[in-house]
């Protein structure tokens, strides 16, 4: 008898789970790239990527200008003066060089930063379609679909508010 009763509270959870689950799919990246808030952070993404350019290419002017200057004077200088130039030079190359790859991460950091809100808002629509709907919804990127799947991309837009 206490096996029978272990027996049926072990199958009981079972039947839970066989009930028909009604799959259904969206397209993050289409309902993402119609987010109305895409495109400012986009163009603060500009914005800032403009900021790093303008300030390396002010840094490659200053460059090429000592450069210049030292070719222009280097005959006229003392062995003294002419390390001292060659050495700013040198420390001009060298803050360029490390100036590349942390504006590299400071970009990439931004625009996650810029993103992360609009990516939020459209998994919270996905996920709020899926319980008013009942559906276990996947992302059409990444999951390969036959059969009966429903597409519920138009749900999340209308959720969304766009088209």
Avoid: C, W
């Amino acid at each position: 008898m206490k096996k029978f009763f272990v027996l049926l509270l072990m199958l009981l959870p079972m039947g839970a789970f066989s009930q028909e689950v009604k799959l259904a799919f969206v397209d993050f990246y289409e309902v993402f790239d119609l987010m109305p808030e895409r495109e400012e952070a986009e163009n603060k993404y500009i914005a800032i990527r403009s900021q790093y350019e303008e300030s390396l290419q002010t840094l490659n002017t200053e460059l090429t200008a000592k450069f210049e200057e030292y070719q222009r004077i280097q005959e006229t200088l003392t062995e003294n003066l002419r390390l001292r130039k060659q050495q700013e030079i040198t420390e001009l190359q060298t803050r360029i060089e490390n100036f590349i790859p942390q504006a590299q991460q400071d970009i990439e950091q931004e625009q996650a930063k810029l993103l992360a809100p609009i990516q939020e808002k459209v998994v919270n629509a996905i996920k709020a379609v899926g319980e008013e709907q009942g559906y276990a919804i996947m992302n059409a990127q990444v999951f390969f679909h036959t059969g009966s799947l429903i597409d519920a991309t138009p749900l999340v837009k209308a959720k969304l508010g766009i088209r």
